[in-house]
């Protein structure tokens, strides 16, 4: 059996920082750990027992800091022969949703997701231009062509606003730098989310489908012919444009609201 190595010490509590309790401290530890030791998705962590050892703790703390990480996404857990617990891997859309918590009590506002979109998506877009395939191209101009005319009825507005985002957050996907394509699929997701529960889609808005519709499509074209300077002005135009139209949907949300 390997020797047991020294026991990882927790991160120190910054002044000010709230005392976080021992399991908490402990999975903090175990996290750092593995990635000391370079272990990936999939790899085999230690028993129990090693544990018990190797960070010297009870066998409730560590069960509990386990219990933890496995919630967090962090290590998969597997019964049976074989079972054992493993390294996990947080997907994208676990993090966004958990992310998502976070902000679901914070008074955001358009503008406030819009700032962030001005500066992020017209820079996804150039790197984007004449780095897609035909099938990427194509499976854009189908997200833009589900909804070829405006909306006859409020549930048809609200699906063709979620399917707008969609299309930004396909775009996303595509990105070669992941901490920007999962900024912009964030972004995208809470703009979605904000949009059902504060009813943005209402009253319907023939002039944002429009006009959404209208730059989505030259984008496209602009990805497609390479030209990144022209795929960056054209979202960021979008941007500034449904940034003043998606406002003025709050404002009448807000007004309906006191009216009520």
Do not use: C
Request: charged share 30%.
């Amino acid at each position: 059996m390997d020797a047991i190595e020294p026991k990882p010490k927790p991160p120190k509590r910054k002044p000010g920082e709230p005392r976080r309790s021992r399991p908490v401290q402990v999975a903090d530890a175990i996290k750092n750990w593995v990635v000391e030791q370079g272990l990936v998705k999939g790899d085999r962590l230690p028993g129990e027992t090693e544990m018990i050892a190797r960070f010297a703790m009870s066998k409730g703390t560590i069960r509990e800091a386990m219990r933890i990480l496995e919630a967090q996404g962090l290590i998969e857990t597997r019964t049976g022969p074989g079972g054992g617990s493993f390294v996990g891997e947080v997907s994208a859309e676990r993090a966004r949703a958990l992310l998502g918590n976070y902000f679901y009590f914070k008074d955001l506002s358009i503008r406030d997701i819009y700032q962030v979109r001005r500066a992020l998506e017209p820079e996804l877009a150039a790197s984007l231009a004449g780095a897609l395939d035909a099938d990427a191209l194509n499976d854009l101009e189908t997200m833009i062509n589900r909804y070829p005319e405006p909306a006859q009825t409020l549930d048809e507005e609200r699906e063709q606003h979620i399917a707008s985002l969609q299309f930004h957050a396909r775009l996303a996907d595509h990105a070669e730098n992941e901490l920007l394509g999962f900024l912009i699929g964030f972004m995208a997701q809470i703009l979605s989310d904000l949009t059902v529960y504060r009813q943005l889609y209402s009253p319907p808005n023939i002039e944002l489908w429009k006009r959404g519709r209208t730059y989505q499509l030259e984008l496209v074209e602009a990805l497609r012919s390479g030209d990144s300077k022209k795929a960056r002005s054209i979202m960021l135009n979008h941007m500034e444009t449904a940034q003043g139209l998606m406002e003025g949907q709050e404002a009448q949300v807000l007004k309906r609201f006191i009216a009520e």
